[in-house]
């Protein structure tokens, strides 16, 4: 994982409809159609806080974290986020919108949960929390019953979250 920035961490950083511009390009730019901005140092720190700028077509495997300080904590700061929440087999439990000014405005996902986000506007973006150090997801933590980022069926299965919405 790399850092989009090296905070001063002497210097408040202020979050402001410039910076959600700037990240929103960068993953209007990226292959992957999101791109993070992280708000803490480094990838030991404790307490990780990132934007997450995502596009409509940015499909993010359904997941879910296994360690017990892994809950997540997703808030909407621009745009529009279907939420869906899965049983371990893969079927479908719940599902919230996410949007500023919205009857939901973020979401807390206990640790174990499967969840997948998707994308619902153009230039959407969200604030995550969730304690550090970095890890990557463990196969058991990624759904075996959605394909990975890349692989065949990933357009399609995107487009079936997304037509939850």
């Given at each position: 994982?790399?850092?989009?920035?090296?905070?001063?961490?002497?210097?408040?950083?202020?979050?402001?409809?410039?910076?959600?511009?700037?990240?929103?390009?960068?993953?209007?730019?990226?292959p992957r159609r999101r791109k993070?901005?992280?708000?803490?140092?480094?990838?030991?720190?404790?307490?990780?806080?990132?934007?997450?700028?995502?596009?409509?077509?940015?499909?993010?495997?359904?997941?879910?974290?296994?360690?017990?300080?892994?809950?997540?904590?997703?808030?909407?700061?621009?745009?529009?986020?279907?939420?869906?929440?899965?049983?371990?087999?893969?079927?479908?439990?719940?599902?919230?919108?996410?949007?500023?000014?919205?009857?939901?405005?973020?979401?807390?996902?206990?640790?174990?949960?499967?969840?997948?986000?998707?994308?619902?506007?153009?230039?959407?973006?969200?604030?995550?929390?969730?304690?550090?150090?970095?890890?990557?997801?463990?196969?058991?933590?990624?759904?075996?019953?959605?394909?990975?980022?890349?692989?065949p069926g990933a357009a399609a299965?995107?487009?079936?979250?997304?037509?939850?919405?």
């Amino acid at each position: 994982m790399t850092f989009s920035r090296k905070p001063d961490m002497n210097v408040p950083q202020l979050i402001d409809c410039a910076l959600l511009d700037r990240v929103s390009a960068q993953a209007l730019a990226s292959p992957r159609r999101r791109k993070n901005h992280n708000l803490h140092v480094a990838e030991s720190d404790a307490s990780h806080r990132l934007l997450n700028a995502v596009e409509p077509d940015s499909y993010i495997q359904p997941h879910c974290h296994a360690d017990a300080v892994k809950d997540e904590a997703i808030v909407a700061l621009r745009g529009r986020f279907g939420v869906v929440f899965f049983d371990a087999a893969g079927k479908v439990v719940k599902t919230a919108i996410i949007e500023p000014n919205g009857d939901t405005v973020a979401v807390n996902i206990p640790h174990g949960v499967f969840h997948g986000i998707v994308a619902l506007l153009p230039g959407s973006v969200f604030f995550e929390a969730k304690a550090g150090p970095y890890q990557p997801l463990k196969p058991e933590e990624k759904a075996a019953w959605a394909p990975a980022e890349g692989e065949p069926g990933a357009a399609a299965y995107l487009e079936f979250l997304r037509a939850l919405f």
